[in-house]
């Protein structure tokens, strides 16, 4: 695994860009898995900025997203897909049938997590994993638990996260109960994988993902076996090491 710290935030996004912006320079054609939620957020606006000035061209780009709430469509401004056409995909030439996330709206679970375990399979896998790290060390929506979930998979929402996103909603009703998730297997089998850190709150599960066991208890921790690992976080997540 290999560890580069960065001074902050800003510095952790351009570096985390500059990784994803080599991968697609070096193979135009290749496969992006891509996360959500604020920690990517700095990362995808340097890519739109340096697609704007003509350094990048993503029209032979496919992306593959982590996870998507079931239950919302993609035109909802709190699913994953309304997420990146907002910061990503409607800002570069990226073609939007190459883009892809878990079907939301399809309510048989199986059915929604093989359509997307088989688009995986025939875009070729994934060439790079852009990955988050949560504070109970969850990956896409791969929850502490007693076995490494493998594949695409329907996950029931903790209390704990159905109430952190209830001030997205207008009544907690509202919050999707349920989410579509790529597994620990998907997110292995990428050829690449970059985790962007940061804060200090994330210090402490950042030093038991990279440092201690591996476990289910820990998602992320699974990440210590694989060959080809970018860990980049600012000095605050990284004070603990």
């Not at 054609?29 to 959500?36: D, F, I, K, R, S």
């Not at 990503?88 to 049938?97: A, D, T």
């Not at 790290?133 to 638990?145: A, D, R, V």
């Not at 009544?171 to 997110?187: E, F, L, R, S």
């Amino acid at each position: 695994m290999q560890i580069i710290k960065a001074k902050d935030y800003a510095h952790m996004s351009l570096m985390a860009a500059n990784v994803i912006a080599a991968q697609v320079s070096s193979k135009p054609n290749c496969v992006l898995g891509l996360a959500t939620g604020s920690t990517p957020i700095g990362t995808y606006e340097n890519l739109v900025n340096w697609y704007n000035q003509g350094n990048l061209d993503f029209s032979q780009v496919t992306t593959v997203n982590l996870d998507e709430y079931k239950g919302l469509s993609g035109e909802h401004d709190q699913s994953y897909r309304y997420f990146m056409n907002t910061h990503l995909f409607n800002h570069v030439n990226i073609r939007p049938e190459c883009t892809h996330v878990p079907d939301g709206l399809e309510p048989d679970s199986d059915k929604a997590c093989a359509d997307y375990n088989k688009i995986i399979e025939e875009v070729g896998g994934i060439d790079l994993q852009l990955l988050g790290l949560g504070h109970n060390g969850h990956i896409g929506f791969n929850e502490p638990s007693d076995a490494f979930d493998k594949v695409t998979h329907c996950v029931d929402l903790t209390e704990s996260t159905i109430n952190a996103n209830a001030r997205f909603f207008e009544t907690i009703d509202d919050v999707p109960k349920q989410a579509y998730t790529m597994g620990i297997q998907n997110i292995m089998f990428a050829k690449k994988i970059v985790v962007v850190v940061s804060d200090k709150d994330k210090a402490e599960i950042v030093k038991k993902a990279f440092f201690g066991p591996v476990t289910p208890q820990v998602p992320a921790s699974a990440l210590q076996l694989h060959p080809n690992v970018v860990l980049i976080a600012d000095e605050d997540a990284l004070s603990l090491i």
